[in-house]
């Protein structure tokens, strides 16, 4: 008997919607599913996770996963949650981000192999670029009314929205597109399942009724739950845009600090969407993070598993390391050890100044380095209180006030981290 996929993501709490004979269709033999990846950029965010974790598990339960990047669904535009209409792509753009999103799926599913279950990659550009207008709208336009089209949540939000400056005949034919998408899917691969978010779900469904209508068969239809956050603020997204898979793009640093940072309700919520821990273990860490919520052990576990899933385990003992400069105890050693990205990533936001290359090649005393060159402190009075105190560190260390900082000191070649006690941080760059 096969793993039963619907069951198991359905105690994940990523199950919304269900076509009713789904889970005993997935049952019966190996099936075949996919999931439709928007392909705008050349980099996966971590919006993008859930429907790929789900592809996940349904490789996993012994079925068949189809990856579609949409190529000519990105030319038009999904309307389905969105307010305005959106820029379209070239194809040589498309096909750039078609490829790196293989690299960065590879990491979640299994594309090689002898194996009847290894997944498949399918861009809808190579079976709609064919397509003439006319053929479309004799062979598969006639076989759904407008009265359908017009009845589904994303066309009517879009055309009752007081901002909506209405909806282009483009983007209206976007259900139909990706419904013939299913279509092709089960006359070539037999793929019989279209999973996607909560808001997909009148998408999927005019491929089902396309299926019933052209194909004489049956397709079926399972939604996740869009992700959401506790306090409101939308998953996926930090002050700087978008959470990217991409490493140029979100560094693994700061891609562990937002799981670290998501509230216990949150990380609760995500340990089971967002890992491949099983039941019993994430119930067993819940109890232990319900009794000393304090130690964060959830959203440790949570930014571990993730961090390494996406990434790998170095950039994950990288990432710990680099929250300890700034948060824990640390050593020279460990701040020689960042990358000059990742250090950039760790004191973003920390006070600095810049300082010519020859005064620290000449030897910067530290009262000037604190104060007159840099103006971390008031004045070189309030400097030498401090270096009496023994408050003042270089680099981590702490130092007095016959200490001389030079090219030695000199982190990435380009950097020195003056501290006064735990909390106060300024950073000196060189020029």
């Known amino acids: 008997?096969?793993?039963?996929?619907?069951?198991?993501?359905?105690?994940?709490?990523?199950?919304?919607?269900?076509?009713?004979?789904?889970?005993?269709?997935?049952?019966?033999?190996?099936?075949?599913?996919?999931?439709?990846?928007?392909?705008?950029?050349?980099?996966?965010?971590?919006?993008?996770?859930?429907?790929?974790?789900?592809?996940?598990?349904?490789?996993?339960?012994g079925h068949k996963p189809f990856a579609l990047v949409g190529g000519a669904t990105g030319m038009i535009g999904d309307p389905s949650g969105k307010s305005a209409e959106r820029n379209l792509l070239d194809e040589e753009t498309l096909r750039h981000n078609q490829e790196a999103l293989k690299g960065q799926l590879s990491r979640f599913l299994e594309f090689k192999g002898e194996a009847e279950n290894t997944a498949v990659l399918v861009n809808n550009y190579d079976w709609m670029k064919d397509f003439s207008f006319l053929a479309f709208i004799r062979d598969v336009g006639k076989h759904i009314t407008v009265n359908y089209m017009m009845a589904k949540d994303s066309v009517k939000k879009r055309l009752s929205s007081d901002a909506s400056e209405g909806m282009s005949?483009?983007?209206?034919?976007?259900?139909?597109?990706?419904?013939?998408?299913?279509?092709?899917?089960?006359?070539?691969?037999?793929?019989?399942?279209?999973?996607?978010?909560?808001?997909q779900w009148g998408n999927i469904t005019t491929g089902t009724e396309l299926i019933r209508r052209i194909g004489n068969g049956k397709g079926y239809a399972l939604t996740c739950p869009l992700i959401t956050k506790a306090d409101g603020t939308k998953f996926g997204k930090t002050e700087g845009g978008n959470v990217w898979l991409d490493a140029q793009r979100?560094?693994?640093?700061?891609?562990?600090?937002y799981w670290l940072n998501t509230s216990d309700a949150d990380a609760e919520k995500y340990i089971k969407i967002f890992t491949f821990l099983g039941k019993e273990e994430i119930e067993d860490l819940v109890k232990r993070h319900t009794e000393a919520p304090h130690q964060r052990e959830l959203q440790k576990v949570l930014a571990k598993e993730v961090t390494i899933m996406v990434h790998s385990e170095?950039?994950?003992?990288?990432?710990?390391?680099?929250?300890?400069?700034?948060?824990?105890?640390?050593?020279?050693?460990?701040l020689k050890g960042l990358n000059e990205a990742t250090f950039l990533d760790v004191f973003e936001g920390v006070p600095q100044a810049e300082i010519a290359r020859t005064e620290i090649e000449n030897g910067l005393d530290m009262i000037a380095a604190l104060a007159a060159k840099t103006g971390f402190l008031g004045s070189n009075g309030e400097a030498r209180r401090a270096l009496k105190e023994n408050s003042v560190s270089v680099n981590k260390e702490k130092v007095k006030e016959d200490y001389v900082i030079t090219t030695s000191d000199l982190l990435n070649n380009k950097y020195v981290i003056l501290n006064k006690g735990k909390k106060n941080t300024f950073i000196i760059t060189v020029v």
């Open 1 to 61: 008997m096969k793993k039963n996929f619907v069951e198991e993501i359905k105690w994940r709490g990523m199950l919304h919607d269900v076509m009713p004979g789904t889970e005993e269709h997935l049952m019966e033999e190996m099936r075949a599913a996919y999931v439709g990846i928007d392909p705008t950029a050349d980099s996966l965010h971590i919006g993008h996770l859930v429907g790929v974790m789900m592809l996940r598990h349904f490789q996993l339960c």
């Open 169 to 199: 005949f483009t983007e209206f034919t976007y259900q139909m597109v990706q419904g013939y998408d299913f279509l092709h899917l089960f006359r070539e691969h037999q793929c019989t399942l279209q999973m996607g978010g909560s808001d």
């Open 250 to 257: 979100t560094s693994p640093y700061k891609f562990y600090q």
């Open 314 to 334: 170095e950039d994950y003992d990288n990432a710990v390391k680099a929250s300890e400069v700034l948060f824990g105890k640390s050593t020279a050693e460990d």
